[in-house]
């Protein structure tokens, strides 16, 4: 059974930073592209920022390049995405995604596995 657990969300002033977490399980990780979404209240699930299989390849949203920083440690089978410089907007359940193929996407549809979430609210 393949679990993609995300943690370490919490509320936090604009400016802070925090440091997500997704532990993954039951599934080939190192076969697999991880990428965080999020979604906030009332607006539709968007991408965050994706890395490749190896962790060589990244990719970011323009509203996070720069502030963001995604990583994964194969060895733990984790992906982590540290975020700087946050700001209210960055407001959102955050969840990491997994997909089973060499190439990035920024599509939902194109991930097979999904966290519950973890909420990250940021106050002005």
């Known amino acids: 059974q393949v679990q993609l657990v995300e943690s370490g969300g919490g509320l936090v002033q604009a400016g802070d930073s925090l440091r997500l977490s997704c532990a993954a399980s039951?599934?080939?990780?190192?076969?697999?592209?991880i990428t965080w979404f999020r979604q906030a209240p009332g607006k539709n699930r968007e991408f965050v920022a994706g890395?490749?299989?190896?962790?060589?390849?990244?990719d970011y949203a323009d509203s996070v390049k720069g502030r963001f920083t995604i990583s994964r440690d194969n060895a733990k089978s984790a992906v982590y995405l540290q975020m700087n410089s946050l700001k209210p907007e960055d407001t959102a359940v955050y969840y990491c995604?997994?997909?089973?193929?060499?190439?990035?996407?920024?599509?939902?549809?194109?991930?097979?596995?999904w966290g519950q979430g973890t909420q990250v609210t940021v106050s002005s």
């Open positions: 890395i490749s299989r190896g962790g060589s390849t990244t």
């Open positions: 995604a997994a997909r089973y193929a060499y190439t990035l996407s920024r599509l939902l549809q194109d991930f097979d596995y």
């Open positions: 039951g599934l080939t990780f190192t076969r697999n592209v």
